[in-house]
């Protein structure tokens, strides 16, 4: 995934005042509904439903629920910030042929979801909490519920997992940005604009007692190995981990990765249901 893609995407350097970024127009874009990202790409080979929930602000969220087996489990998979739920068809599959029953949801303002404006911060929350409320309350005989997140998905995947702990199996994030601020320097060598960020420390001390699989790449910008280590000392469950997948950057799921990636999760999988 191009770089352009990990926190901003636009092209903030054409977007000055007097010689400087106009942080605020740069912050209006990046928050905004982009209509590029509400044509689906792709849908579900296998038999679907789509779905509609109402979140606390009365935003509409749109899902693709793909049932394989009752009482298997079921994997809420949330899309990172400049995707909707069609670009997560190839991480569904593996969830799905792994047996697992498959809820794809597209965030506020992206694909067919209502909203228009969006968030990296912790208000985003209320959107996959929408989603989880309605699994327990429909379609909880397909198991435990497992939340995965990739990138910017993952924050509002933890987020969300604060509210609810208990409701949660397990934990997956790929590629979750800890700090929003120091992946834009580092990527875009300028100090940041001001991002809702959230407390993820607090977030994660949360969530300590649920099984977490982290995973990134050593090559990522939006989080480096450091950041990931810090993440890794706030788990307080002995089967959460952390893989640092070498020469990989932002998308881990690329096929060069897909096997070391499949089996990752498989494993993690399996032993987080003992």
């Known amino acids: 995934?191009?770089?352009?893609?990990?926190?901003?995407?636009?092209?903030?350097?054409?977007?000055?005042?007097?010689?400087?970024?106009?942080f605020s127009k740069l912050q209006q874009e990046y928050m905004s509904r982009k209509p590029a990202l509400d044509t689906m790409r792709a849908?579900?080979?296998?038999?679907?439903?789509?779905?509609?929930?109402?979140?606390?602000?009365?935003?509409?969220?749109?899902?693709?629920?793909?049932?394989?087996?009752?009482?298997?489990?079921?994997?809420l998979l949330v899309h990172g910030f400049d995707m909707n739920k069609s670009q997560m068809l190839p991480r569904a599959k593996v969830y799905y042929d792994l047996g697992y029953n498959v809820l794809l949801m597209d965030l506020r303002a992206r694909g067919e979801s209502g909203g228009t404006v969006t968030t990296s911060g912790p208000e985003i929350r209320s959107d996959v909490l929408a989603v989880m409320d309605y699994y327990d309350k429909n379609l909880n005989d397909y198991g435990q519920l497992f939340l995965a997140g990739y990138s910017h998905g993952g924050r509002a995947v933890v987020f969300a997992a604060e509210q609810k702990p208990t409701a949660i199996k397990a934990i997956i994030l790929e590629s979750i940005p800890y700090s929003l601020s120091a992946g834009f320097?580092?990527?875009?060598?300028v100090e940041p604009p001001p991002f809702s960020e959230g407390d993820i420390d607090k977030a994660f001390q949360s969530i300590s007692s649920i099984p977490i699989l982290l995973m990134i790449g050593n090559m990522d910008q939006a989080i480096i190995p450091e950041e990931a280590?810090?993440?890794k000392g706030l788990?307080?469950?002995s089967k959460?981990?952390?893989?640092?997948?070498?020469?990989?950057?932002?998308?881990?799921?690329?096929?060069?990765?897909?096997?070391?990636?499949?089996?990752?999760?498989?494993?993690?999988?399996?032993?987080?249901?003992k």
């Open 240 to 273: 959460s981990q952390l893989i640092v997948f070498n020469g990989m950057g932002h998308n881990l799921s690329t096929e060069k990765n897909k096997p070391a990636y499949t089996e990752s999760i498989r494993t993690f999988l399996t032993s987080s249901k």
């Open 185 to 189: 320097k580092r990527i875009y060598k």
């Open 43 to 75: 849908y579900p080979d296998v038999p679907y439903t789509s779905l509609k929930v109402t979140n606390s602000e009365g935003i509409d969220i749109s899902c693709w629920w793909i049932p394989r087996e009752k009482n298997k489990g079921t994997i």
């Open 1 to 22: 995934m191009k770089r352009i893609r990990y926190l901003i995407p636009i092209l903030f350097c054409t977007i000055q005042v007097s010689g400087q970024i106009d």
């Open 229 to 231: 280590e810090k993440i």
């Open 235 to 237: 788990f307080g469950n």
